[in-house]
């Protein structure tokens, strides 16, 4: 799966240690930034990789900062991008079943990197089931048509 991923200075040592995981796991991830720990701005980071996946230059992206928050209120804006924020693995696979969520936002002062491991996981694997889901998600859309 290609995957593009980006972490302000508070996710940069969880964005490396996943980009090392998915990499070992045959996953194509491509690093927009940061690379390294000086202290940026999160928006310019969840910016690119929104754009990347509506664009589809990837399938899936992910998103690090102190809380996932603030990358997934950031990302959300990008028309198309849905962002959602997951703490575990339920919320993950309710994101992708339910929502057809396509970013996924993490919190580097949340989780340790075996939870966030878990997580990603769950996220890159879980289907989107449609049927009454795709409605909602359609009228998602259509929201964003609108503002």
Do not use: W
Not at 18 to 34: C, E, K, N, P, S
Not at 86 to 99: E, F, K, L, V
């Amino acid at each position: 799966m290609r995957i593009v991923i980006g972490a302000d200075h508070a996710g940069y040592e969880l964005k490396q240690q996943i980009a090392r995981y998915l990499l070992a796991q045959g996953h194509q991830v491509q690093d927009l930034g940061t690379h390294g720990p000086k202290r940026v701005d999160y928006p310019d980071f969840a910016v690119l990789v929104a754009r990347a996946v509506v664009a589809g230059e990837a399938e899936r992206g992910i998103l690090i900062c102190g809380t996932g928050i603030g990358m997934s209120i950031a990302a959300n804006k990008v028309r198309g991008a849905r962002a959602a924020v997951c703490t575990d693995c339920y919320m993950a696979r309710m994101a992708r079943q339910h929502n057809d969520a396509r970013i996924l936002c993490l919190g580097g002062r949340v989780l340790g990197l075996g939870s966030a491991l878990d997580v990603v996981e769950v996220f890159l694997r879980t289907d989107f089931v449609g049927g009454r889901h795709a409605q909602r998600v359609d009228k998602i859309s259509a929201l964003e048509r609108k503002e």
